[in-house]
């Protein structure tokens, strides 16, 4: 049988995690995440990590198993993420993968971009401008260079700002124009299941959800994290925005609110990256299990 990779994909609080499961469940099989913000074990109310009566329902890869401090990035998750799914198809022709991190996604399936070496001057340009006028200003260099992956990319990490832009100086060319090289051949046949709903319908999930993690105390885990706040991993919505409330420069009210506006933002650009790969099959939020494995079904055959 041919070997075969379900890809679950979607903006945040779309319902992929249920979804996942029940497919997993379903061709008795395990799952993939994809999603960046799960990787590390000291982050999970904030980045909602499957509960433990969901992790205990399917066997799950990738899910805390780094620690905020640790060096780890997409081209590391595409060399651990096929190892793993080579493993797992030797037991069964059918895995599943699910997450709304695209690059870690594509990564899987299509394999990462080749982009040419730059100056690395360039670089350290960009981090003396972050530091001196914030992410705001680098995020309106990028916009005004390559209004396609301002739209598109993690906006909010500065890390991916100044990949791109130090690609767009180093090159003279858009970052997004490098997006578009040869999907590297893989020995398994991915079939892209997206999950979507009306916008004002996500709008109303993501903000519940984040009324949830508050309640389910992701003030008191920012707070134990803020020692860590330099770092990378912790430079994420939910968590920054709560850094500034502990730090005395914004409101409660105003931390959450803010959470809401950029997960929202961040939900759109999820939409952005995956409505722009055409092997997506698209299913509303809401459509039952039983027609979706019927689709899986017929694609396999």
Request: charged residues 25%; glycine residues 4%.
């Amino acid at each position: 049988m041919t070997k075969v990779l379900i890809a679950i994909v979607g903006p945040t609080a779309i319902g992929k995690t249920a979804l996942s499961i029940k497919l997993a469940q379903h061709y008795n099989t395990e799952i993939i995440s994809a999603d960046s913000r799960q990787f590390y074990k000291e982050m999970s109310i904030g980045t909602a990590v499957p509960f433990k009566e969901e992790l205990n329902a399917a066997p799950h890869h990738f899910i805390q198993n780094k620690s905020i401090e640790d060096d780890y990035n997409v081209g590391d998750f595409e060399r651990d993420a096929i190892s793993k799914i080579s493993i797992l198809h030797e037991k069964n022709p059918i895995v599943v993968m699910v997450g709304g991190s695209g690059l870690y996604v594509k990564a899987v399936t299509k394999g990462l971009d080749y982009f040419p070496e730059v100056a690395p001057h360039i670089r350290t340009h960009l981090n003396l401008q972050l530091k001196e006028k914030g992410l705001i200003h680098l995020q309106e260099q990028l916009k005004s260079l390559d209004s396609e992956a301002y739209e598109t990319i993690a906006i909010d990490n500065p890390q991916r700002v100044i990949r791109a832009l130090e690609i767009c100086i180093g090159t003279e060319k858009p970052y997004s124009s490098f997006l578009t090289n040869p999907e590297k051949n893989r020995d398994f046949k991915t079939i892209s299941i997206g999950l979507n709903a009306e916008r004002s319908t996500i709008y109303d999930r993501i903000n519940q959800r984040v009324d949830v993690m508050i309640e389910n105390g992701l003030i008191d885990e920012v707070k134990s994290l803020s020692p860590y706040k330099h770092l990378n991993a912790l430079n994420t919505v939910g968590y920054k925005e709560l850094f500034q409330y502990l730090e005395g420069d914004w409101t409660l009210d105003f931390a959450i609110s803010e959470i809401k506006k950029n997960t929202r933002r961040f939900a759109k650009r999820q939409l952005t990256w995956f409505r722009k790969d055409d092997a997506i099959k698209w299913f509303d939020f809401e459509t039952d299990v039983e027609e979706i494995i019927q689709y899986i079904n017929s694609e396999i055959e």
